[in-house]
């Protein structure tokens, strides 16, 4: 891992974020934020759908704009995420919630394909699903919201140690 973070902090994109000023880190880590906003504010709603409130609100009409949005901004945080990690990746060589938020993505993602290879969530557009499948997407929703915000609580918690 050390040799990774070593490769990445010299590489050009290091360089880089190091030597254009200092508005720069701020304002990728802004970048940053809002794309960890805009990711976590459409998957909270959704994930809190899938466990069952709102039920009035037909599951389509969220699942749409939610995934759009979230991703989007998974694609924010990955970029600006990157640029972060280059300007001194080696100061998180032994933190550990640097350790623990990058599998909670990991986690996370392999969470969302499990779900969109599941037939609940295949056919949640095309008719109403059982208590049975509404009850499996609701482990999906819970384990989303758990790895997110873990992920989370972790990048914020990385500058703290
Ligand atoms: C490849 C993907 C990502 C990389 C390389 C990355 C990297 C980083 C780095 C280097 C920091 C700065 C840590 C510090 O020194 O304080 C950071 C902050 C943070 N990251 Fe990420 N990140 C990624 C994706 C994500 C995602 C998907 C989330 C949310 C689910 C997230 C949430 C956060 C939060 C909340 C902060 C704290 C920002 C602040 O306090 O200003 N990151 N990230």
Excluded at 18 to 46: E, K, M, P
Excluded at 55 to 65: M, Q, S
Excluded at 66 to 73: D, F, I, M, P
Excluded at 104 to 112: D, M, S
Aim: charged share 15%; hydrophobic share 50%.
């Amino acid at each position: 891992m050390y040799e990774f973070l070593a490769w990445i902090e010299g590489s050009a994109l290091g360089h880089a974020m190091r030597g254009s000023g200092v508005w720069t880190y701020a304002l990728v880590n802004l970048g940053h934020i809002l794309g960890v906003a805009s990711l976590f504010g459409s998957v909270l709603i959704l994930d809190l759908r899938l466990l069952g409130l709102w039920r009035g609100v037909a599951l389509p009409a969220i699942t749409k704009p939610a995934v759009r949005v979230a991703g989007v901004g998974f694609s924010l945080a990955v970029m600006a995420g990157v640029c972060l990690l280059a300007t001194q990746a080696t100061e998180y060589a032994g933190n550990p919630f640097f350790y623990i938020k990058f599998p909670a993505i990991g986690l996370g993602l392999l969470n969302v394909a499990a779900l969109n290879f599941s037939r609940a969530w295949r056919e949640h557009k095309t008719r109403d699903l059982s208590a049975r499948e509404q009850k499996r997407l609701a482990v999906f929703g819970g384990t989303s919201l758990f790895c997110w915000l873990t992920a989370i609580s972790c990048g914020r918690m990385i500058g703290y140690w």
